[in-house]
């Protein structure tokens, strides 16, 4: 196989694992194409967390046609028993006789050691093809391998003079239907969303996900909601509070809150988490790792301004998402982004790399990375 084409059958593989959005946490998205004379013989994806591997499905889907084939596969074939056994044995088993694999897995504890035991089976390694963009399709289950704290992500939608709601608190609708679907979506691909418990006194928000389509036709997942919550000054007819979700909603407070409210909302399935506190407010660097120790490996945060410049000041942010709706509040009386002080000199501001921009309707999206 050539290079071009070593990339024309990986891009089908990320194809593939893409499929797997929303629904392989903790696990990561994994693709497989099987390729024997040219032609595509096998495909597969990882579904779901305990269900089969990508290579697995790939090679069930092949036959005997994988014997003397190529596997391409977005990520290193794992070589020991989790939920499931290790993939190596069946790809050795099959009689594939090369395989190309995007990129090394992350896991500091199995780096390398299952290409290590294909090659030294015998089985011809290739690694690296369309690395950078396996690398960014499994960018949440990289930095939690690596970490156990969540990948968090900021999205936030604003006028063009950068306000997210007018002076009264009117934030109804600053973008339009297809950056809100968009929405929709990411939130069905993250673990957990976020925002403070001022955005749910004001917006009396569910935090759930609705999609008009749901991938593969299978069950809407909803993210954990998370309420920042340090005095629980939640009313207890909170939309949120109220929800038939399969998910949890969890209240985080400082140490200091009345027991039997407490007592009230944990009766109602609601989870209470006490969470260290600074300058009066929940510490957020602090919180990421309490959350990664519940296995949450993705976190969204959708407001509002104070919680945003909180979570940049603390560096917990990797990601930004940034909506601008062709709309100017004409004042400064409005919401802005972020609440509080900011940086004293434009050196001082906080950098945001590999910049993408997308068109939703009328609306744009920045996307950016900061670590």
């Known amino acids: 196989m050539t290079y071009i084409e070593d990339k024309r059958f990986m891009q089908m593989a990320l194809n593939l694992a893409?499929?797997?959005?929303?629904?392989?946490?903790?696990?990561p998205m994994v693709g497989a194409v099987i390729v024997k004379d040219g032609k595509v013989v096998g495909k597969g994806y990882h579904k779901a967390a305990g269900d089969a591997h990508a290579e697995v499905n790939a090679?069930?889907?092949?036959?005997?046609?994988?014997?003397?084939?190529?596997?391409?596969?977005?990520?290193?074939?794992?070589?020991?028993?989790?939920?499931?056994?290790?993939?190596?044995?069946?790809?050795?088993?099959?009689?594939?006789?090369r395989v190309v694999a995007a990129m090394n897995d992350p896991n500091p504890g199995v780096k390398g050691g299952g290409l290590d035991y294909l090659e030294s089976c015998g089985i011809s390694i290739t690694v690296g093809v369309c690395e950078k963009q396996a690398k960014r399709l499994n960018e949440i289950f990289?930095?939690?391998?690596?970490?156990?704290?969540?990948?968090?992500?900021?999205?936030?939608?604003?006028?063009?003079?950068?306000?997210?709601?007018?002076?009264?608190?009117?934030?109804?609708?600053?973008t339009g239907e297809e950056s809100r679907q968009f929405v929709h979506q990411l939130r069905h691909a993250v673990d957990a969303i976020m925002v403070g418990i001022n955005t749910v006194k004001k917006d009396n928000p569910s935090l759930t996900?609705?999609?008009?389509?749901?991938?593969?036709?299978?069950?809407?997942?909803?993210?954990?909601?998370?309420?920042?919550?340090?005095?629980?000054?939640?009313?207890?007819?909170?939309?949120?509070?109220?929800?038939?979700?399969d998910s949890d909603t969890m209240l985080i407070t400082g140490p200091l809150v009345s027991s039997d409210k407490k007592t009230r909302l944990e009766k109602k399935g609601v989870r209470i988490i006490e969470s260290p506190v600074s300058d009066g407010l929940i510490d957020l660097d602090r919180l990421m790792d309490l959350l990664g120790s519940f296995g949450i490996t993705s976190?969204?945060?959708?407001?509002?301004?104070?919680?945003?410049?909180?979570?940049?000041?603390?560096?917990?942010?990797?990601?930004?998402?940034?909506?601008?709706?062709?709309?100017?509040?004409?004042?400064?009386?409005?919401?802005?982004?972020?609440?509080?002080?900011?940086?004293?000199?434009?050196?001082?501001?906080?950098?945001?790399?590999?910049?993408?921009?997308?068109?939703?309707?009328?609306d744009i999206m920045v996307e950016g990375h900061i670590t």
């Open 59 to 97: 090679i069930d889907n092949a036959g005997a046609l994988a014997k003397n084939s190529t596997l391409y596969v977005t990520l290193e074939p794992c070589n020991h028993t989790g939920r499931t056994p290790p993939c190596t044995d069946k790809i050795v088993a099959s009689g594939i006789r």
């Open 299 to 362: 976190l969204l945060i959708e407001g509002g301004g104070r919680v945003f410049a909180s979570a940049l000041s603390a560096g917990i942010v990797d990601k930004v998402l940034f909506f601008y709706a062709p709309k100017i509040l004409g004042g400064d009386d409005g919401i802005p982004i972020c609440k509080g002080p900011g940086a004293d000199l434009m050196d001082n501001c906080i950098p945001v790399k590999d910049i993408r921009v997308r068109r939703f309707g009328d």
């Open 18 to 27: 893409k499929k797997g959005e929303g629904f392989t946490s903790p696990n």
């Open 142 to 174: 990289i930095k939690y391998v690596r970490t156990k704290r969540p990948f968090t992500i900021v999205k936030c939608a604003a006028t063009l003079d950068g306000r997210i709601a007018t002076k009264t608190g009117d934030s109804r609708w600053v």
């Open 209 to 245: 996900t609705r999609l008009t389509t749901p991938p593969n036709n299978a069950k809407q997942l909803d993210p954990t909601r998370i309420i920042l919550d340090t005095h629980l000054r939640i009313s207890e007819k909170a939309k949120l509070l109220r929800l038939h979700s």
